[in-house]
């Protein structure tokens, strides 16, 4: 069974940073993984913000809203995919997730099978 647990999130004023972190355990190969993260704000559906595929050529995916801005990475060797967000908006205050799947669909909430519990990510302006 996977598991995923995300930390990093906090109160940060806008055009500020942050870095997120989500350790997957339970996971045969990570490497093979499709990592993604996610983000829902009060009162709205959970969104893509950005995803990534190691054995694609580690290609990286994007939201428009976010890109530029943000940059998703993992180590392998750590079972940990990160998310640094830099000029932090207010718009980006929401509770982020960390998803895997294990063959790549799509990059929305159908597209992931396991879940992480989110971590609270707050832009002040």
């Known amino acids: 069974q996977v598991q995923l647990v995300e930390s990093g999130g906090g109160l940060v004023q806008a055009g500020g940073s942050l870095r997120l972190s989500c350790v997957a355990s339970g996971l045969t190969s990570f490497s093979d993984y499709v990592m993604g993260w996610f983000r829902q704000a009060p009162g709205k559906e959970r969104e893509f913000v950005a995803g990534n595929r190691w054995y694609y050529s580690s290609r990286t995916d994007y939201s428009d809203s976010v890109k530029g801005r943000f940059t998703i990475s993992r180590d392998n060797a750590k079972n940990t995919v990160y998310l640094q967000m830099n000029s932090l908006k207010a718009e980006d205050t929401a509770v982020y997730y960390c998803?895997?799947?294990?063959?790549?669909?799509?990059?929305?909430?159908?597209?992931?099978?396991?879940w992480g519990q989110g971590t609270q990510v707050t832009v002040s302006s």
């Open positions: 998803a895997a799947a294990r063959y790549y669909r799509k990059y929305d909430v159908s597209g992931f099978d396991s």
